[in-house]
């Protein structure tokens, strides 16, 4: 693949403006913006008409095995603004013997860590700091659980900007070396995300950088969608059954189903969509509460705690937009348990060699789950999402070892 002949295309821009996600109050596109006038997420919006014409299947078909090959859909203007470190598509596998253990049907994973800095956080982040580049922002800022300050780092150094990123003080330590070896500055906060979402606002007033907080500015919404670009892509051009997504921000969920939107509008898929199913942990499971109560907002999680660090958090300000989506669908919330989360990977890696991170892991305990109540039945197509590399998280230890100066009982070590 020519990976080049993509970054160096000129490309038409189908950008029309921005909306509020509250409000519908449109906004010009092209300076830089954090929240709508309401304080709410701002969405990008385009000319589909004008990008059906040039985003079709044969055009795809001479395109680069990457996500830029959507670029009808992504909001930078100018190719010579791309900051890129190689955002292959990632592959759908499949789990046949553990959906065979669960009496059929498919089982597929879109593995996400196969993306730069392994996790799916570098969709986001290669197109906010696309656009921060395009806009001649120069420092940016943000809150993390550990990948997307990570993914921010790195794009922010392939681009040559300065990045400062503060995490709860028990991030994973892998998340917080490999952000301070690709060059931001990180600082530990002894509290949760949403803490740390609060000193990045106000250092913003002091100092000027820009907060590229999840939805609080709109492109890496727009790079998430991406997920749901090459899923109907993959599945040519038709979309599962049910999606379980590991839910923290909703970024991801969020985007994919505004993508389906845009793919029917631009004719390439129809009017199915899949039942979008917001997987979180039991420990931090506010979208959950508020799918139980009917509700449209979810409020703050008290002592949120979860090994699945990636979706520890306690309050998204995109709640009413994934719980739209979830209801839209005819989908559910669903909490697991760490437990279940750990005999999930467990399970996956030892039955299908395939080590998922834990947030991964959630959705697969949350389909287990599912499959046992009913509620995904047993001739559907799922996909789960595994948001990151499974080696990016503490593994146990193994500790069996052997004396090669002594006697060795191979029957027994085998
Ligand atoms: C950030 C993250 C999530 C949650 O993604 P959102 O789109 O913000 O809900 C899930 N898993 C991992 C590994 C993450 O890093």
Request: net charge neutral; aromatic share 6%; charged share 25%.
């Amino acid at each position: 693949m020519d990976q080049q002949a993509n970054l160096t295309d000129e490309r038409p821009s189908f950008v029309s403006h921005l909306e509020c996600s509250a409000t519908g109050e449109r906004t010009p596109a092209d300076r830089p913006h954090n929240l709508s006038r309401v304080g709410k997420p701002l969405l990008v919006r385009y000319d589909l008409a004008a990008a059906a014409h040039s985003l079709t299947r044969a055009a795809l078909a001479t395109r680069p095995w990457d996500f830029w090959r959507y670029r009808e859909l992504l909001p930078v203007r100018r190719a010579a603004d791309i900051v890129s470190l190689g955002e292959t598509v990632t592959p759908l596998v499949p789990l046949p013997r553990l959906a065979a253990r669960a009496g059929g049907g498919e089982l597929l994973v879109k593995d996400e860590g196969r993306l730069p800095t392994g996790s799916f956080k570098a969709r986001g982040l290669a197109l906010a700091v696309s656009m921060a580049k395009s806009f001649g922002l120069s420092h940016l800022a943000m809150p993390t659980n550990g990948n997307a300050g990570a993914a921010l780092a790195a794009y922010a150094s392939r681009a040559g900007m300065r990045a400062t990123v503060f995490c709860p003080d028990d991030t994973p330590d892998i998340n917080i070396a490999e952000i301070a070896l690709q060059g931001a500055r990180v600082w530990r906060v002894n509290g949760l995300i949403d803490d740390c979402g609060r000193i990045v606002a106000e250092g913003r007033a002091q100092v000027g950088w820009f907060d590229v907080s999840t939805l609080k500015e709109p492109y890496r919404i727009e790079g998430k969608k991406t997920m749901g670009l090459e899923l109907a892509e993959q599945l040519g051009w038709t979309l599962p059954d049910v999606i379980l997504y590991p839910t923290g921000g909703g970024t991801g969920l969020i985007g994919m189903w505004k993508a389906f939107d845009e793919l029917e509008a631009i004719g390439l898929i129809g009017a199915e969509r899949p039942r979008m199913v917001a997987v979180q942990a039991a420990g931090c499971a506010p979208i959950v509460k508020a799918w139980e109560n009917g509700a449209e907002h979810a409020p703050r999680w008290e002592e949120a705690h979860t090994v699945a660090a990636g979706i520890r958090v306690p309050q998204a300000i995109g709640d009413f937009l994934i719980l739209r989506a979830v209801r839209a669908s005819g989908g559910f919330a669903i909490a697991v348990d760490d437990a279940a989360i750990e005999a999930a990977r467990n399970e996956v890696a030892q039955h299908e060699g395939f080590l998922l991170c834990p947030e991964g892991a959630a959705t697969y305990a949350a389909w287990r789950a599912a499959r046992a109540d009913g509620r995904i039945g047993r001739e559907e197509r799922a996909v789960l999402f595994n948001c990151a590399v499974g080696l990016k998280y503490p593994l146990p230890r193994s500790e069996a070892a052997i004396d090669r100066h002594r006697p060795i009982d191979f029957a027994a070590l085998a």
